[in-house]
């Protein structure tokens, strides 16, 4: 197991920015592609954005491209996802996801490690 941590959701007004945060405790990330999820309620979990291990490859659903940015900072063995230009429709839990061994994946089965989520909330 890879325990994932993330951070940084929080409330914030449409038009505004949140930084979200990934880290693995006690593992390194480094080798790993990592995803963004959200799941909103009533909803099923969608892709958010992914990034291949050395962050050279980063893929974005349409819904964010342009408005969210994914990278990694392996030497701080930490993920990020910038978002910006926040709409209330981004609001949901958030979840990033890992996978050693695959490259990075749109679809939750290509992951092998989740996290708990952090919550975003945007208000319109």
């Known amino acids: 197991q890879v325990p994932l941590v993330e951070s940084g959701g929080g409330l914030v007004q449409a038009g505004g920015s949140l930084r979200l945060s990934c880290a693995a405790s006690?593992?390194?990330?480094?080798?790993?592609?990592v995803g963004w999820f959200r799941q909103a309620p009533g909803k099923e979990r969608e892709f958010v954005a992914s990034i291949s291990w050395s962050g050279g490859s980063t893929y974005y659903s349409d819904s964010v491209k342009g408005r969210f940015a994914i990278s990694r900072d392996n030497a701080k063995n930490t993920v990020y996802l910038q978002m910006n230009s926040l709409k209330p429709e981004d609001t949901a839990v958030y979840y990033c996801?890992?996978?050693?061994?695959?490259?990075?994946?749109?679809?939750?089965?290509?992951?092998?490690?989740w996290g708990q989520g952090t919550q975003v909330t945007v208000s319109s």
């Open positions: 996801a890992a996978d050693p061994d695959r490259g990075p994946s749109r679809y939750p089965s290509g992951y092998a490690y």
């Open positions: 006690g593992h390194t990330l480094s080798s790993y592609a």
